[in-house]
RNA sequence: GCCGGUGUGGCGAAAUGGCAGACGCACGGGACUUAAAAUCCCGAGGCCUUCAACAGCCGUGCGGGUUCGAAUCCCGCCACCGGCACCA
């Protein structure tokens, strides 16, 4: 495995010189050729084969039955029998975020997070849970596509080859996943039920009344003649609204309206939206996928335009996006950026009437609706703007502005979003020539026209305020509209411009006053009166805009969608049924799109043209539906029949028999005291741990937690949330401490880390970096320093004799270094006796470390923990066997192929070594804290908080004890002379301080 | 601009109200060696004094506060990193 140019340095694997004579002929200089710490590079492919053979870290689903020598199956009792949820252990899933396999093969960073989790996968086994750790691969997306438009060959090559070469440098790092279920999201069989999920989605709509979504079969049935469903929605005053509103019309508009009605409902829907064009991608790009007018891939040049794309209606669900937040255990900054992404913002929707030209209000005259956090402000209103494309721009505009406006129009269309929206530009915009009355004061009001004004959010249109608004303040400014103070700010402040809270003033007029109010009663009380005059309501916006989810490109997952004529020739859109599923992507030898702008699937005439006029879509979905699902998938990933079957899904998302199982496998015996939290046993709702990078922090995991909603609400999954817990690893920078880059020339090739110092030592490095959440710089020395510690691991246990001979026998004899590494012996030191009580102290005292750090997943103490344990051992004149037994159980989860090789050595007893029973399931061993305890304890005795001595006392001392060793503290004399003590201040087995008058 | 995070030796870090710098890197000295590598042992925050040691003083981005005691808690500022950014 470690093969490359090692015919040579596998020779080389000890202190011999005798290979240097073989080696120097072929190969360059000295230099790379130190010395191996210990033989990893035959240690670790040794382990590694044996896992896979035994299918060691296979995971079993309710309902299998579990071969007797499987080591799970040993180790809970559960071989040679069906094994059913309740009598598994209760489950811990651990998810990594799948990798996109790139050409460029796996980078330092992946393996961060991996190696964390494959940690905590081991250390949860060996605990006793019944541990699901997968891995797959997201291998849609656009770099296979273009370097298939590149070279003509097929995207399915490059994927197959970089998800090959992916997966060799994961398992060159002995990560614990169960491969047998391994997805892959370009996989047919994979995404056949992307494909279905897609259907769930076009066959729901979101209810208002049950806020959930439900079968659109049921809108359906509210939307005839003869309903047959009536029982199911006679309760619902949004469905039986609707079956009224169907009965009252006119029948020769009904059927007309009854299919674009559904379809505006639905929760996958066509619209004309303005979209992201790249034309060097030939593809429209998400808002995602634009980074500062840019494409993301690529960088090249976006514009705006309107096309027909399928939408997924995420909007419906902000709410409960937001609120389910409060269920889930993620970092704080993380749900900030959700809830942000989400964008929340309360307040009222105002109608304005338009003046006709004459002046006057009239009863027929048209509304403008503005939607605005501040209804108390409503007084300071002193001008109106509608965004470029507002829909009463028309009506509203005077003959005399109609140019000026329209030009203004076309401007504001011809700039990109990126121009518009741009930073600290200078405000532009245009008089309509048009006025409105602000409805609490009566007054007439301009109405403007400004490209600030966005006509995607609120109502597209303001009334504007700007004594307190800093955009309106500005525009006013510029264009000397008058501004009115209504809120006073606390003494000190310019009211001009004052944005934040203060107490309305001047806000009164006929039989309404807000003087006086603070603001947040100044808003309650201006809602009340503009809905009980009518004028307005109350109102709850979100930033969050509808999913944009169809691309125009190859390599992604067709829609499972047809298209046909309706007798007048218009087009209409059908799912295709279930059995038609997976829908293939045609063969093509052109990945490009057509001249005419469709989609590179439309090129495969057969296969768009079903005949009959009938057409297929020929859009495809965007990487990110793949990874939507797909810790779901790895629940069941070979079931033909369902996305994943009930009983797999419920045990795994830990809602077995419907409710969540309250104790853990080893609270109920937890007789020792030992760190082992009871509330850290119960199974969790959904994925237990989930860790990636913050790239992912909105985007994916917003459609991933929508996805899931929509699931369960149809009742195919059991929880609300999908992943219970959610970590960040931090970056891994470059040595320099940029971020790695090609350009900068800072990165880091693992596989060149792992020739030179084996998987062990590069998966304790990422770890004894620093804490798991941090950014940290790469250093090459630091993989030494680690390596160094596994090398005295090595030579703790191993007879450095036998170890001279192992290298001698491998120069003579490369090829029979397998059976010379079998005859290395173990160190004379080694020997079956009872620990000394400082042997046993060390040993505790790192059971602990490692066990609460492991909980707190701090890595990176508990790797120190085990240096300081291995340091001690070090100068021991004996090593106790049960000592060293202990040790390699904790050491396992973080180098587990040194720790099985070394396991493997040591003699059987119990269950140790006994055939079937890997090291890697061998209890976890549990700390005495009473072997910990000091019989006595050096207490740091400090004057005015400074420390002055340290004094020996008996661990059974009392306060008073301690303060009179502490006052007779030989250092502490000269400090206290001469002085009043005014007050000694004890802590018990802490510290004392003496505090003078 | 707004939101979040971080700031400790030459470097990665530890300590989250109680001996600042565990563990590791780099560095210096020693042992082994013909020599080097590897390994093992010892040293090490800064300043001042001293032959040396002891002792002393300073020290966790900056300024203030709470406390017997602050890297840790509170207030104000600065710098860097990440996210959002005309969202009314």
Not at 11 to 33: D, K
Not at 487 to 500: I, L, S
Not at 773 to 791: A, C, H, I, M, N
Request: glycine share 8%; hydrophobic share 40%; proline share 8%.
């Amino acid at each position: 495995m470690y093969g490359v140019g090692r015919g040579f340095a596998s020779v080389l694997s000890g202190n011999s010189t005798i290979a240097l004579e073989a080696g120097f002929a072929q190969y360059p200089p000295l230099m790379s050729m130190v010395r191996r710490q210990y033989p990893f590079h035959l240690i670790e492919p040794k382990w590694q084969r044996f896992w896979e053979e035994r299918q060691s870290f296979r995971a079993w689903n309710p309902g299998e039955t579990l071969p007797s020598e499987h080591p799970f199956a040993r180790r809970h009792g559960l071989g040679g029998r069906l094994s059913s949820a309740e009598e598994m252990p209760p489950k811990y899933f651990i998810l990594d975020m799948f990798p996109y396999p790139s050409g460029a093969g796996l980078h330092v960073g992946h393996p961060e997070g991996y190696t964390a989790t494959d940690i905590l996968a081991r250390y949860r086994r060996a605990r006793g849970w019944h541990v699901l750790h997968p891995m797959g691969w997201d291998a849609f997306g656009l770099p296979a596509e273009q370097y298939a438009i590149k070279t003509g060959q097929h995207p399915r090559i490059t994927s197959k080859r970089n998800i090959a070469t992916f997966k060799r440098q994961i398992q060159a790092l002995g990560f614990s996943y169960d491969w047998s279920r391994e997805v892959d999201t370009t996989d047919p069989g994979y995404f056949r039920w992307t494909q279905w999920i897609f259907l769930q989605l076009y066959n729901s709509y979101f209810d208002p009344e049950w806020n959930k979504a439900t079968p659109i079969a049921l809108l359906e049935d509210a939307l005839s003649d003869a309903p047959r469903r009536e029982s199911e929605w006679r309760g619902n005053p949004f469905l039986s609204g609707t079956h009224k509103a169907w009965i009252e019309m006119p029948p020769e508009q009904k059927y007309g309206l009854r299919r674009q009605f559904l379809d505006r409902w639905r929760l996958a829907y066509v619209a004309e939206a303005p979209v992201w064009w790249c034309e060097a991608l030939g593809t429209v790009l998400a808002n995602e996928d634009v980074v500062d007018g840019k494409s993301e891939v690529g960088g090249h040049p976006v514009v705006r335009r309107p096309m027909r794309q399928w939408m997924l209606r995420i909007t419906a669900y902000a709410e409960r996006l937001l609120a389910d937040l409060d269920t889930i255990d993620w970092s704080p900054s993380l749900k900030d950026m959700q809830r942000n992404w989400i964008g929340r913002s309360d307040g009222a929707e105002i109608d304005f009437v338009v003046a006709s030209s004459g002046g006057e209000a009239s009863d027929g005259a048209p509304r403008i609706r503005v939607f605005t956090t501040r209804p108390d402000t409503l007084f300071g209103a002193t001008y109106m703007v509608l965004s470029p494309e507002h829909k009463l721009m028309d009506e509203i505009t005077t003959p005399a502005q109609r140019e000026a406006v329209l030009e203004y129009k076309a401007r504001a269309a011809a700039k990109s979003d990126l121009d518009r929206t741009d930073l600290s530009k200078e405000k532009t915009g245009v008089f309509t020539g048009g006025h409105a009355f602000n409805p609490a004061t009566g007054e007439r009001i301009p109405i403007w026209i400004a490209d600030y004004v966005l006509a995607s959010y609120g109502t597209g249109a303001i009334m504007a305020v700007p004594a307190h608004d800093t955009r309106d303040y500005e525009f006013a400014r510029k264009f000397s509209l008058p501004i009115v103070q209504v809120v006073e700010p606390p003494a000190g402040t310019d009211w001009r411009g004052y944005v934040d809270d203060g107490v309305a003033v001047n806000s009164a007029a006929g039989d309404l006053s807000l003087n006086g109010l603070p603001t947040a009663q100044a808003k309650a009380r201006m809602t009340e009166w503009l809905e009980a005059k009518g004028l307005g309501v109350r109102t709850v916006n979100y930033k969050l805009r509808d999913w944009l989810f169809s691309r125009q490109r190859y390599w992604g997952e067709p829609f499972p969608i047809v298209w046909r004529q309706d007798a007048s020739g218009n087009w209409f859109h059908e799912a295709l049924p279930e059995s038609a599923l997976p829908v293939l992507p045609p063969e093509l030898d052109d990945y490009k799109p057509t001249s005419e702008g469709e989609p590179p699937l439309a090129r495969a005439r057969e296969w768009v043209h079903l005949g009959e006029g009938v057409r297929r879509e020929t859009n495809t979905m965007p990487q990110w539906a793949g990874s939507c699902w797909y810790y779901l998938r790895f629940l069941d990933a070979r079931n033909d029949a369902v996305f994943v079957s009930r009983a797999a899904e419920r045990y795994w998302m830990g809602t077995s028999d419907g409710r969540p199982r309250s104790v853990g496998p080893e609270s109920d015996t937890d007789a020792s005291g030992s760190s082992c939290a009871a509330a850290d046993a119960a199974p969790r709702p959904g994925v237990d741990l989930y860790v990636g990078g913050t790239e992912h922090a909105v985007l994916h995991l917003l459609y991933a937690r929508f996805w899931h909603k929509v699931l369960y609400d149809l009742g195919h999954v059991s929880t609300p949330e999908p992943f219970y817990r959610l970590v960040n690893q931090g970056l891994i920078l470059g040595e320099d401490g940029q971020k790695m880059s090609k350009s900068r020339g800072n990165v880091v090739n693992p596989d060149a880390i792992l020739d030179e110092y084996g998987a062990d030592a590069f998966r304790l490095y990422e770890m004894f970096m620093g804490p798991l959440q941090d950014s940290k710089p790469w250093s090459t020395k630091g993989v030494e320093g680690v390596y160094r510690f596994l090398g005295r691991v090595w030579r703790l246990f191993i007879d450095e004799r036998s170890e001279t001979e192992f290298e001698q026998n491998c120069a003579a004899e490369p090829r029979r270094a397998a059976e010379h590494l079998e005859a290395i012996r173990l160190s004379p030191k080694i020997e079956e006796a009872a620990p000394a009580p400082a042997q046993l102290k060390a040993l505790h005292a790192c059971i602990q470390k490692v066990t609460e750090d492991l909980d707190g997943l701090r890595f990176n103490t508990a790797i120190s923990a085990m240096m300081v344990f291995v340091n001690e051992a070090m100068t021991w004149p004996n090593r106790p066997v049960p000592v060293l037994r202990d040790f390699l159980i904790l050491l396992q989860p973080f180098a587990p192929h040194l720790a099985e090789e070394l396991a493997s050595r040591l003699p059987p007893a119990g269950e140790w070594g006994a055939e079937g029973l890997d090291l890697a399931y061998q209890p976890w061993p549990r700390f005495d804290p009473a072997l910990l305890i000091e019989e006595t304890l050096e207490i740091p005795v400090q004057v005015n908080g400074k420390l002055r001595d340290v004094v020996r006392v008996p661990v059974t001392a009392t306060a008073p004890e301690f303060e009179r060793a502490a006052l007779a503290a030989p250092k502490v004399q000269p400090f206290i002379e001469g002085k009043t003590v005014k007050k000694v201040i004890v802590v018990p087995k802490k510290l004392v301080n003496i505090a003078l008058g």
